[in-house]
C-alpha cells in the first residue's frame, strides 16, 4: 500500500513541476516577443525550455545568491581597505616624520 501511496506522490509532483515548467516557458516566451527579431530567432523554443528548466531546479537560484554574497564581502573588504589607507595618508609618514600632504612630496 506505502508503495502505491510513493508513487501517486512522485505523479503528483512531476505533474505540478510539468505545470510549472510550462508556465516559466510560457513566461520566457512573453519576455522573448519583447525583443527585436534578430534575437527573437537564436532564441528556439528548445533554448527556452531548458532554460525554463533550469530555473525549475533551485541549483542556479542557490548559485546566484552565493555570487550575491561573495559580491558583498569583496565589496566590505574593499571599502575597509580603503578606509584604512586614506587613515594612513592622512596620518604622518613614519618613515619621514612628515604629515602628508607635503609641498616638498609632490
Request: charged letters at 20%; zero cysteines.
Amino acid at each position: 500500500m506505502e508503495r502505491y501511496a510513493g508513487s501517486l506522490e512522485e505523479s503528483v509532483d512531476g505533474a505540478r513541476q510539468q505545470e510549472r515548467h510550462y508556465q516559466l516557458l510560457s513566461a520566457l516566451q512573453s519576455l522573448v516577443k519583447e525583443l527585436p527579431s534578430s534575437f527573437q530567432q537564436r532564441l528556439s523554443y528548445t533554448t527556452l525550455s531548458d532554460l525554463a528548466l533550469a530555473l525549475l531546479d533551485g541549483t542556479v537560484f542557490e548559485i546566484v545568491q552565493g555570487l550575491l554574497e561573495i559580491q558583498h564581502l569583496t565589496e566590505k573588504s574593499l571599502y575597509n581597505q580603503r578606509l584604512r589607507l586614506q587613515n594612513e595618508h592622512r596620518g604622518a609618514n613614519p618613515l619621514l616624520g612628515i604629515p602628508f600632504p607635503h609641498p616638498l612630496l609632490n
